[in-house]
């Protein structure tokens, strides 16, 4: 059955005509009934409705989605396939992939259509070679073999390999045993190279480029002969260690470049991702935040200056990332190889950033990073980017089953601070260190230190801020500057439009001399550098080659993770007091030379120096208590590391601890583990600081709130001017100002950050087998992975492949809570009458029960106290000091109660506070002291007079139940003795049972009888779940079930075959029943009562 009509629009002429052509086949198929299952979005094939409203419903509503997806749209009578589709289904896949890789001309052939009638029309050289290559794919594996054909067989044990990481060797073994194990006439190949072969024909491959050993060409275009580099005269081969003779034909370096434009035509081959990459065009953020770079304002931006580009939705817009990496398990190895990465932003917050996602473009190779010459290498994908600007290529789309010219942007490039001066050429240290303020950079040169250092901050707050004018608190001066205009992209490529690059320049080696104690005074000659914009730029990066570069918002990300990772551990070092300290005898003589905070300036007791101790400094009490708190810590499972692995207690001291532990560190640890151990204002400078990570990394960004947080940061690091040394503030400690505003930019961090790219390096590094080629690994490996990725997108059915759980996964599914255990045995503890007020507060303030009488007690604080009305931080202080005892207060619970229904728990072992802190221990009861149980509290109710008063009321009412029992039984004995029901008139099925009748197969000609139950109506308007029943249609009560599989007539979410329908009214065609003593249902009316038998039978299952 046609089913490609379903995805067009519903205003097409091709949709109605599908919509006609769709009811009137299955109106034949179904043999012409009157009426047929409507599968519009609102009946959902539950109600029964006319051919041509059918139609009509279709047009108008649409269809609902899950029958759109169904395979086989059984409800209108299209069978389903036999066991035998599952025997051709790898045969179709292998059809559909390989017509995906070698036609390159589209035609809209489906997998299920007959092979030799795909095409009409003489074979032409590509088509030819194309079944030659399918019949080879599709040979069974051995003969009579009907479950793997040789394409299955490969791709699933090309699986195993990839994915358990099996190197060759093993893998050559496995398949020659395999190959033994099978009957002789079989078709696998018998060693990894062959079938790498056979895997090779999909188009999966990189280029090779040979590179100068000095980095300064690639031996590409004018330069693809040439055997020696025409700037250093360098050899192109590469040269023998002990005799230095030239190794002809094995290159001194190569660049691995894996083109981007196939990858592109690849992504958009598969369904699945073809869908995807449009999922920004119809996900856009309604209420203003920003969830995804679709929200922010770069994008928009984007959208508005080049409308043709935004007018189709699946041209891609890209982010690149590159860094450093060792390949090597031996940290100590001097090895550094830089793979590039992209990554597409058209897919959802939950796709775009999977390891599966990221596409590795190059492999820049060691041993030595290429630094400012990575311009260079990047000159392949550098070109493909321009192509895919200004040109595009054509694409075919599977999921629209069209082409179209596909064109592709990059927003900006995500690195640390070191990879960001190298892709974007400027200096990351010195006057002019920050990318973002330029030459307007706030330095200062320290002395002692021998840095810059960045303060000044006060310059960007408001003119009128009380801090501009606190000279004591900073650097005894008055701030009246302000901060300058940051660089547009536009004003840097004109100020670097004459810049002349020189890459690859050999430079001499010089040892650098030791410093001497004269040298420091002579700053002049060592540390002067221009001022001009030119000189903080190395070169004129190759990114502004592309026309749309220098008006992007944000070209260069500042990487979230290192920053708040190095800001993290100079906090914590400082804190500590640790020998990575930046509090040390250099910095007090740094205060002393700029004459500020003469209380911490160094000082001469004879033949030793003191350094006071400074308010930011954890006394060794504190220390203890500081790591006794994050060793406690244990957050619920897959949150972090084991953060107790880095804290050591004796003595107490914090080491080893990776960016995600300084991430966790900063988000939530740091301002709780610091709670009552600092002076008031360093701990809120902190405190500050940590609550600014933790806005600022969140899911979903408010951009006005973002405004407010550039602000905020301004004060917070005017608080670490003025408590902490100026040691502290190196240019990492200075990016923190910029994060704001690049997130209020470019939208979410965790979409610009280097977690998923460190994560993705260690995946590359695991494919490194062999020690002396690390870069030809890694490109084998990842080729292996995305030929496997690519393929399995058309093998689902012919190569099954159970995907492991994750730890705890199949825990977390099921319904139920599960129920935790202690890991030891419990000890007891008493708590102070502080600690029960806090407990007993915190109780009364995360139970939602509480919330209206929250509500009340701050209504009436603002009501009586003035300043609790101007003043939020007062009332909020004054009700969690007032609430516990207000709450006591009787005559408000019980007016609030007259007003609105309660919704407390009755039962004590449901209440709120036991779902706060658990069940109570065996024989004891919370809140009632020692020696207390269920049964003593018992007798003392028992012996309180309203609780006596309200047990007579209860029993009293018992009693009047009970003789309203006895007379309702005594009429109906009397009624069934006068003969009563012979003389009923018709009755709703409420007042009686029903008529017993026997329930046959819907589904089968024959009569065979699948149930037993009672019938109650048959009128059409008669509802069961708000539906109505409909003509020919009953509605019966299943009582016994003699087949349990046999299925419903109207299926539920709940019930879909009638052993889950014992005990529940269902609906049944009308001819499908048999009803006792003959009784006829044709009139479409309820029962009579003379035809109804109070007969009960308790569900049964019979087995036949």
């Keep these: 059955m046609e089913k490609s009509w379903v995805w067009l629009p519903r205003n097409s002429v091709e949709y109605e005509k599908g919509a006609s052509d769709f009811v009137s086949s299955s109106s034949r198929r179904l043999g012409d009934p009157a009426e047929m299952f409507c599968p519009c979005v609102d009946c959902r094939n539950v109600c029964h409705q006319a051919c041509e409203k059918v139609l009509e419903h279709l047009v108008i509503r649409g269809m609902d989605q899950k029958y759109k997806s169904c395979v086989f749209w059984t409800k209108h009578g299209e069978a389903r396939a036999d066991k035998s589709y599952n025997v051709y289904s790898s045969e179709n896949e292998a059809y559909e992939l390989f017509r995906t890789t070698f036609l390159a001309s589209e035609r809209n052939a489906t997998a299920e259509e007959d092979n030799a009638g795909a095409f009409e029309g003489p074979d032409s050289p590509e088509e030819t070679e194309f079944r030659k290559k399918l019949e080879d794919a599709e040979t069974p594996l051995y003969p009579k073999c009907e479950k793997f054909t040789k394409v299955a067989a490969i791709m699933g044990l090309y699986r195993i390999k990839v994915k358990s990481g099996m190197s060759e060797n093993y893998f050559d073994q496995l398949l020659s045993l395999v190959h033994d194990l099978l009957p002789g006439d079989n078709v696998l190949p018998k060693s990894t190279d062959e079938m790498k072969r056979f895997l090779k024909q999909f188009g999966f491959g990189y280029d090779s480029i040979h590179a100068c050993k000095n980095d300064c060409i690639l031996y590409r275009k004018q330069y693809e002969d040439a055997v020696s580099c025409p700037r250093c005269s360098e050899s192109r081969w590469e040269k023998d260690k002990q005799s230095g003779e030239e190794k002809k034909g094995v290159p001194a370096k190569v660049l691995r470049y894996f083109p981007i434009k196939d990858r592109f035509r690849r992504m958009f081959r598969s369904k699945r991702l073809a869908e995807d990459l449009c999922w920004h065009s119809t996900n856009a953020s309604e209420d203003g935040t920003m969830r995804h770079p679709v929200d922010s304002l770069t994008w928009v931006q984007i959208n508005n200056k080049w409308p043709e580009f935004a007018a189709e939705a699946r041209n891609l817009r890209l982010g690149i990332s590159t860094d450093g990496m060792n390949p090597f398990s031996i940290q100590n190895t001097n090895h550094s190889t830089w793979p590039v990465m992209l990554v597409n932003y058209n897919m959802s917050p939950t796709q775009c950033m999977r390891s599966e996602n990221i596409m590795l473009t190059m492999l820049i190779p060691g041993p030595t990073a290429p630094s400012n010459n990575i311009d260079v290498y990047l000159q392949p994908l550098m070109d493909d980017l321009k192509d895919l600007w200004s040109e595009g290529i054509q694409v075919y789309d599977s999921f629209k089953k069209e082409s179209f010219t596909l064109r592709a942007m990059l927003l900006w490039s995500i690195t640390d601070y070191p990879g960001l001066g190298t892709l974007a050429g400027c200096k990351v240290k010195g006057k002019q260190a920050c990318n973002v303020c330029g030459k307007d950079t706030p330095h200062r040169w320290l002395k002692f230190s021998r840095k810059h250092v960045y303060m000044k901050n006060r310059k960007r707050l408001m003119p009128s801020h009380r801090y501009r004018r606190m000279k004591g608190w900073f650097d005894n001066t008055v701030e009246v500057g302000s901060a300058k205009r940051i660089q547009s992209g536009s004003e840097i490529l004109d100020s670097l439009r004459d810049f002349k690059n020189d890459f690859g320049k050999v430079l001499p080696k010089k040892s650098k001399r030791k410093r001497s104690e004269g040298d420091e005074d002579d700053v002049s000659a060592e540390e002067y550098e221009e001022d001009d914009d030119k000189w903080r730029w190395k070169k004129k990066s190759i990114f502004f080659d592309l026309p749309y570069w220098k008006d992007m918002p ?155 947080l550039e602000s905020e940061i301004v004060e917070t690091m005017c608080q670490f001017e003025r408590f902490f040394p100026p040691s502290l503030f190196d240019i990492m400690f200075h990016l923190p100002l910029h994060l704001a505003r690049e997130a209020r930019l470019g939208g979410p961090v965790h979409f610009r950050w280097m977690y998923p790219f460190e994560r993705y390096m260690k995946t590359l590094k695991a494919y490194v087998k062999n020690f002396a080629r690390p870069e030809a690994c890694m490109a084998e490996g990842y080729l292996a992975g995305e030929c496997l990725a690519f393929c399995m997108e058309f093998l689902q059915k012919s190569v099954p492949v159970e995907e492991p759980l994750t730890r705890n996964e199949d825990l977390e599914a099921h319904e139920n809570v599960l129920e935790g255990r202690p890991l030891q045995k419990a000890t007891e503890v008493k708590l102070t009458d502080k600690e029960r007020d806090v407990a007993h507060w915190y109780i009364l303030m995360n139970t939602a029960v509480m919330d209206p009488y929250v509500q009340m007690h701050l209504e009436e604080l603002q009501a009586k106290d003035e300043r609790c009305a101007r003043n939020e931080t007062i009332l909020w202080k004054t009700h969690t000091e007032r609430f516990s005892t207000w709450i006591k207060d009787k005559e408000k619970i019980k007016r609030l109660d007259s007003e609105m229904e309660s919704s407390s728990a009755d039962n004590i072992g449901e209440d709120a506070v036991t779902q706060v802190l658990g069940k109570d221990k065996p024989g004891r009861i919370r ?44 009429l109906a004995g009397k009624k069934q003795k006068n003969g009563y029901d012979s003389t009923s008139e018709r009755s709703d099925v409420s007042k009686g049972g029903g008529i017993r009748c026997q329930i046959l197969d819907w589904v089968s000609n024959d009569d065979l009888v699948v149930a037993e139950g009672e019938f109650y109506s048959s009128e059409p308007t008669y509802k069961i779940g708000r539906i109505p029943l409909g003509p020919n249609a009953a509605a019966v009560v299943v009582k016994s079930v003699s087949v349990v599989t046999a299925p419903i007539w109207r299926p539920t979410p709940t019930c879909v075959s009638l052993s889950q329908a014992v005990g529940v009214k269902i609906a049944w065609p009308s001819e499908k029943l048999i009803l006792d003593d003959g009784i006829d249902i044709s009139n479409n009316g309820n029962i009579d009562e003379s035809e109804v038998k109070n007969t009960f039978c308790p569900p049964t299952f019979v087995n036949h």
Excluded at 934 to 945: G, P, Y
Aim: charged share 25%; aromatic share 6%.
């Design 554 to 708: 944000v070209r260069h990300n500042i990487d979230v993770m290192h920053v708040e990772k190095n800001v993290s551990d100079a906090m914590l070092s400082i804190l500590m007091n640790s020998c990575k300290s930046k509090d040390g005898l250099k910095a007090r003589k740094d205060l002393q030379d700029m004459g500020i905070r003469s209380s911490l300036h160094a000082q001469v007791r004879g033949k030793r120096t003191y350094l006071p101790p400074a308010a930011f400094w954890l006394s060794k009490e504190e220390k203890k208590i500081f790591c006794r708190r994050l060793s406690n810590f244990r957050g619920p499972d897959g949150y972090c590391a084991n953060i107790s692995n880095c804290v050591s207690l004796d003595p107490p001291s914090i080491g080893g601890m990776k960016s995600h532990d300084h991430h966790v560190l900063m988000q939530n640890l740091f301002p709780v583990a610091l709670r009552g151990l600092l002076p008031k204002g360093p701990r809120i400078a902190v405190t500050r600081m940590c609550n600014y990570f933790n806005r600022l990394c969140q899911r979903v960004l408010d951009p006005e709130k973002l405004l407010a």
């Design 927 to 970: 809140g009632m002291g020692r020696g207390v149980t269920v049964t003593k509290l018992a007798f003392l109710h028992a012996r309180d007079s309203h609780v006596k008063q309200l047990e007579a009321t209860q029993a009293e009412l018992i009693n009047k139940v009970q003789d309203l029992q006895n007379v309702v039984k005594d």
